[in-house]
């Protein structure tokens, strides 16, 4: 659930009042926020994350056989733009932490490859300033994506998004500052983002912004009310992995989402001192539980959520599937993580070799929620659910 304050509250009714949700002063004023956050000379809005990386990759005028590495194991939301631009995923295998490191990104790199896309996954910080190295020995640019990291920093506090050539960060759904959309592209230096700024985008309507408003609050803000009511009128399938991703949003940022992006920059101290101590909490929960292991943290994540790893004493079992099962019948809305965009139906245009440790662990990932508005009692209560499914 995303975490926000009276401030985000204000903000939007001012905007309402005023008739500034499309455009307005808190565009300007978010970007200023943006640049001095993160100390860069250079900052470009969009209406996601997914836009911006396009924009990053439109700015390395890519041709058709190009090669841009991510990982295998990330969300499939990455692969769009790449495909937008016409170059070819090369998917890399990622190591104990979940991120890409300089040796699976190695692996993969061909005479082909043109630019390398390094997410920080939950948060936790990817070695992106060795494989940036890298990449400036083989000439190939390097994305910081920092979607799910915004807050994190590098081991000596540099903010991730702004190691390698560029970098972006989300306002999107289920991220660190979980707004109403909205991605930002990064840059050290003036200049380099002009080629971005060629590409026309446009705005939203005034019904699109009011409906997106009124579907956050639905089902987001007040999830804990509305996810017994969907479940009791959604009794259908569950959602189809294999279905092609939505498309994502191609207009500029709108003064409404950077309205609440604004709020939620001012209470991020506070967000990020609540998720690390939530990671904590399970740390001292289950970090000793047989049949579980946690996936480590570094001390600069940003903490977005706490991936566990059920082991199945049994092949045959699926001790993650179980967990999920306890856990939403608790009321606990947690998923396991995500399926490899190898091994998804839509992906047939991304190109890999070999992805041992992604093949390996996968499906056996649970992700339980550290943001403030789980309470360190719902935290204990979700330990507890997860301690009694694996000890079974
Ligand atoms: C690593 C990563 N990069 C980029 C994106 C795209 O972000 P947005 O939802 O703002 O388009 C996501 C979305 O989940 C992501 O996880």
């Known amino acids: 659930m995303p975490f926000w304050s009276g401030e985000t509250y204000r903000a939007i009714a001012r905007c309402l009042a005023s008739g500034q949700m499309i455009r307005g002063v808190d565009v300007e004023g978010l970007r200023s926020a943006l640049i001095e956050h993160f100390g860069v000379e250079d900052i470009l809005l969009c209406g996601s994350a997914s836009l911006a990386l396009e924009l990053a990759l439109r700015t390395c005028h890519l041709q058709t056989g190009d090669e841009v590495i991510v990982p295998s194991f990330c969300c499939s939301a990455i692969v769009a733009p790449i495909l937008a631009v016409g170059a070819t995923p090369v998917l890399a295998d990622v190591s104990t932490e979940l991120n890409l490191t300089v040796e699976t990104v190695d692996a993969a790199c061909t005479s082909h490859t043109r630019a390398i896309i390094v ?52 306002f999107g759904a289920e991220k660190v500052c979980f707004g109403l959309g909205g991605g930002a592209l990064i840059s050290h230096s003036r200049g380099v983002l002009d080629g971005a700024r060629e590409t026309a985008l446009g705005y939203p309507s005034i019904i699109h912004a009011l409906r997106q408003l ?171 659910i997860v301690r009694s499914c694996a000890g079974n």
Not at 130 to 149: F, P, R, S, T
Request: a neutral charge; glycine letters at 8%; aromatic letters at 6%.
């Open 119 to 170: 997410p920080h996954l939950f948060g936790n910080p990817a070695d992106i300033d060795a494989i940036a190295e890298l990449g400036n020995a083989k000439n190939i640019v390097v994305i910081d994506d920092a979607a799910q990291a915004l807050g994190a920093t590098t081991a000596d506090g540099q903010s991730l998004g702004t190691s390698g050539d560029m970098g972006v960060v989300s």
């Open 214 to 384: 009124t579907a956050m609050f639905a089902y987001r803000r007040w999830r804990r009310w509305t996810l017994p009511v969907q479940r009791l009128i959604a009794r259908g399938p569950e959602k189809n992995p294999h279905a092609p991703p939505q498309p994502y949003r191609q207009d500029n940022l709108t003064n409404v989402q950077a309205a609440v992006a604004r709020t939620l920059m001012d209470s991020l101290p506070e967000n990020l001192q609540a998720r690390r101590a939530r990671v904590q909490a399970y740390g001292q929960l289950l970090g000793d539980q047989a049949g579980l292991e946690l996936i480590p943290h570094r001390p600069s994540s940003a903490c977005l959520t706490q991936v566990v790893r059920v082991l199945s004493k049994r092949r045959s079992e699926d001790g993650a599937a179980r967990v999920i099962q306890a856990l939403g019948a608790a009321g606990c809305e947690v998923q396991g993580s995500y399926m490899p965009i190898h091994l998804l139906g839509s992906f047939s245009a991304c190109v890999w070799d070999r992805l041992p440790y992604t093949e390996r662990v996968w499906a056996d990932l649970v992700e339980v929620p550290c943001e403030p508005t789980v309470s360190l009692a719902d935290v204990e209560r979700i330990a507890s």
